[in-house]
């Protein structure tokens, strides 16, 4: 009964926006300094020459909100919104969109993929949501796809010939990290069929990659330090090997419910948090931790995992 109540005060918040004038507030200052009185470097910006501003505020983004610090979290979230009225401005400036359009798209998609809470279907946990997140996506890009069908027809007419559909993974940026490419093709493909049956099915795929890899890198030639050299073929094979095995990783990830990208950031930090720990007692020792031998250097490597447990 509570959640009942609960679902249903949440159905009228959505229904009765309160208004957010600190943000409005905030798009007319974007537009002012669009103006043509406005500030002229603002007024030169177009939507390729910031675009690397957005990758690095999202993973600034990301860094403050893995350190635990909220004010500077706020900080980053707002430069992070900055990028994205400012882009929207541009847009507006050139006829294409508005903030408001933004708002508006993103707001029917969101509903649109929580018919759980919107609708009438039913989800009772997260992989549940999750699933649900994807059949609707997969409805979505049917309708798309006959869409783009019936426009390709109408121009056929014109034309002769009819516009192929976009592709499934089409929708994945090839400018994505491979991690995070990794991620979104696998789950599309599952999403679409594309599946193994059980996890165990999984770690087969991961062996049998590893033993194309061994094979791979058993035949090319090496220096003396086991580094593939001297055949860039070899080289190639080997590359797409390791990326294969790489990827069965993200799968089985995945099948576990895991986000393979947060696992090995995390894994980045606990490194990054380790040796500086050893760079310390190296310090406190009067050596540089890399002038120290390898012996030693493991010998401080146990020490610090002993300081993490404490």
Request: aromatic content about 6%; proline content about 3%.
């Amino acid at each position: 009964m509570e959640q009942e109540k609960q679902h249903s005060e949440a159905l009228e918040r959505a229904a009765h926006p309160v208004r957010h004038e600190d943000f409005d507030r905030f798009v007319a200052t974007i537009s002012a300094l669009r103006a043509p009185d406005g500030c002229p470097w603002d007024r030169e910006q177009t939507h390729q020459s910031i675009a690397h501003n957005m990758i690095e505020e999202v993973y600034e983004a990301v860094d403050a909100i893995e350190s635990g610090d909220a004010a500077h979290l706020r900080e980053e979230l707002g430069d992070v919104l900055l990028q994205v009225v400012l882009q929207s401005q541009i847009a507006s400036d050139q006829g294409e969109f508005d903030i408001d359009d933004v708002a508006a798209d993103v707001n029917a998609k969101m509903v649109r993929r929580h018919p759980h809470v919107f609708g009438t279907s039913e989800a009772t946990d997260a992989a549940e949501v999750l699933s649900l997140w994807d059949q609707v996506k997969l409805a979505e890009k049917k309708a798309a796809d006959e869409n783009a069908a019936r426009a390709g027809s109408a121009d056929a007419g014109d034309h002769g010939e009819l516009e192929k559909p976009a592709g499934l993974l089409d929708g994945v940026p090839v400018s994505f990290p491979a991690l995070m490419q990794a991620q979104k093709i696998s789950r599309k493909a599952a999403a679409a069929g594309f599946e193994w049956d059980t996890l165990a099915d999984v770690w087969d795929q991961v062996e049998s990659e590893i033993d194309e890899l061994n094979e791979a890198y058993g035949q090319a030639p090496k220096a003396a330090n086991g580094k593939v050299e001297g055949d860039p073929e070899a080289m190639a094979c080997v590359e797409e090997e390791l990326g294969d095995v790489l990827f069965s990783m993200v799968n089985v990830a995945r099948r576990m419910g895991v986000n393979a990208e947060n696992a090995l950031r995390a894994s980045c930090r606990k490194f990054r948090g380790r040796w500086a720990a050893m760079e310390q007692m190296a310090f406190e020792q009067g050596v540089r931790l890399e002038d120290v031998s390898t012996k030693q250097q493991n010998e401080l490597w146990k020490l610090a995992k002993e300081q993490e447990r404490r």
